[in-house]
T-cell receptor, first 113, second 118 residues
Framework: AQSVTQLDSHVSVSEGTPVLLRCNYS??????LFWYVQHPNKGLQLLLK??????LVKGINGFEAEFKKSETSFHLTKPSAHMSDAAEYFC???????????FGAGTRLAVHP | GAVVSQHPSRVICKSGTSVKIECRSL??????MFWYRQFPKQSLMLMAT?????????EQGVEKDKFLINHASLTLSTLTVTSAHPEDSSFYIC??????????????FGQGTRLTVV
């Protein structure tokens, strides 16, 4: 069955430094993978998605993620963190068999001045 | 991008009363809508999938008589929490799938509803 595992529940970085949020997936076939961001008491916004096209996916707000089949990973990165990036980030996959999204546990990103 | 509007954003109700939450797709038709529940500092848990004009499909462990879902039109789905109790206090989020699309493209999320039962 498809699943995603977010390896860090909390990540803390300084403003202007790189961001790395880690996600590993488990799938019996080529998965669809997404990263969503949630600001406090808000809904979810799609950052980027991978659907078997280019392995390096560029998203909004300077974020990007690389699909690595050999490592079963889809880590989210950003070269330089901004204060406004502080939020909860979810790695998500699609369960084709059940027609529903499967969410990781989430990673809370804190950005310090 | 497409907009999903969820109303109200916050609601406080007394124990034993019912609360209705609306989810509207503002600029597209949504054959399928999803309802999620999110506990503090936790991930989203799918409660049910609603399809326009048919009965909702509930996830295992979700009481369908307590969480009534109605998807009467292609732009509106409602979640009614009946006889609410304090343990129903949570953040509820809906998402909508455009007609003809599937989850490999994008599901659009509402801004969520914070329900507090006192």
């Amino acid at each position: 069955a498809q699943s995603v595992t977010q390896l860090d529940s909390h990540v803390s970085v300084s403003e202007g430094t790189p961001v790395l949020l880690r996600c590993n997936y488990s799938s019996s076939y080529s998965p669809s993978l997404f990263w969503y961001v949630q600001h406090p008491n808000k809904g979810l916004q799609l950052l980027l998605k991978y659907t078997s096209a280019a392995t390096l996916v560029k998203g909004i707000n300077g974020f990007e993620a690389e699909f690595k089949k050999s490592e079963t990973s889809f880590h989210l990165t950003k070269p330089s963190a901004h204060m406004s990036d502080a939020a909860e980030y979810f790695c998500v996959t699609f369960s084709g068999g059940y027609n529903k999204l499967i969410f990781g546990a989430g990673t809370r990103l804190a950005v310090h001045p | 991008g497409a907009v999903v509007s969820q109303h109200p954003s916050r609601v406080i109700c007394k124990s034993g009363t019912s609360v209705k939450i609306e989810c509207r797709s503002l600029d597209f038709q949504a054959t399928t809508m999803f309802w999620y529940r999110q506990f503090p500092k936790q991930s989203l848990m799918l409660m049910a999938t609603s399809n326009e004009g048919s009965k909702a499909t509930y996830e295992q462990g979700v009481e369908k008589d307590k969480f009534l879902i109605n998807h009467a039109s292609l732009t509106l789905s409602t979640l009614t929490v009946t006889s609410a109790h304090p343990e129903d206090s949570s953040f509820y989020i809906c998402s909508a799938l455009a007609s003809g699309a599937d989850l490999r493209t994008e599901a659009f999320f509402g801004q969520g509803t914070r329900l507090t039962v006192v």
